[in-house]
T-cell receptor
Framework: GESVGLHLPTLSVQEGDNSIINCAYS??????FIWYKQESGKGPQFIID?????DKRQGQRVTVLLNKTVKHLSLQIAATQPGDSAVYFC???????????FGRGTSLIVHP | DAGVIQSPRHEVTEMGQEVTLRCKPI?????LFWYRQTMMRGLELLIY????????DSGMPEDRFSAKMPNASFSTLKIQPSEPRDSAVYFC??????????FGQGTRLTVV
């Protein structure tokens, strides 16, 4: 079946650097995408979302980019901080479904 | 709103025993999801409800698993009898119709 997957299981960066976490999706009908952050011992928390009629959306220190041509999603974190260390998941929904489908996650490790 | 509330946070039980996990979704959310998270499989959708009605339980691994939602403010996931391979973190999430899902803190289940 169609699925959402992540390219890099682990990403290590230095504090202050910018981080980029990538996600590939295969369902061409997906029209809503979400990034979640999961800290140890906690449930996934919403970071930012983007709908398919947009290419880019910015939040506080985070930017999500959507490339529908190649079915690729990325999360950019500016000036990464130790508190950003977590597992990041992308999830997608299609118009015909209200079920968020999750990728396997990328572990971001920020070194002080 | 206190968010999605799950109980208990931790559960240790012996193989063969019945386990009941509980969830209180965010008021007003139409959808409720039960997920299981393991290192091997990531986040797996077990079942979801729309307006208290089970819509898709194809993710429920076996007949030992059952879920109910007797009203809009309460859902249970039951495992009877439990087995060691059921050990995982179980998340409940709720969402409005067309936005992100909000997750609870999860129940860490250990079956010995």
């Amino acid at each position: 079946g169609e699925s959402v997957g992540l390219h890099l299981p682990t990403l290590s960066v230095q504090e202050g650097d910018n981080s980029i976490i990538n996600c590939a999706y295969s369902n061409s009908a997906s029209d809503y995408f979400i990034w979640y952050k999961q800290e140890s011992g906690k449930g996934p928390q919403f970071i930012i979302d983007i709908r398919s009629n947009m290419d880019k959306r910015q939040g506080q220190r985070v930017t999500v980019l959507l490339n529908k041509t190649v079915k690729h999603l990325s999360l950019q974190i500016a000036a990464t901080q130790p508190g950003d260390s977590a597992v990041y998941f992308c999830a997608e929904k299609s118009g015909g479904s209200y079920i968020p489908t999750f990728g396997r996650g990328t572990s971001l490790i920020v070194h002080p | 709103d206190a968010g999605v509330i799950q109980s208990p946070r931790h559960e240790v039980t012996e193989m063969g025993q019945e386990v009941t996990l509980r969830c209180k979704p965010i008021s007003g959310h139409d959808y409720l999801f039960w997920y299981r998270q393991t290192m091997m499989r990531g986040l797996e959708l077990l079942i979801y409800f729309n307006n208290n009605v089970p819509i898709d339980d194809s993710g429920m691994p076996e007949d030992r698993f059952s879920a109910k939602m007797p009203n809009a403010s309460f859902s249970t996931l039951k495992i009877q009898p439990s087995e060691p391979r059921d050990s995982a973190v179980y998340f409940c999430a709720s969402s409005p119709r067309d936005t992100e899902a909000f997750f609870g803190q999860g129940t860490r289940l250990t079956v010995v």
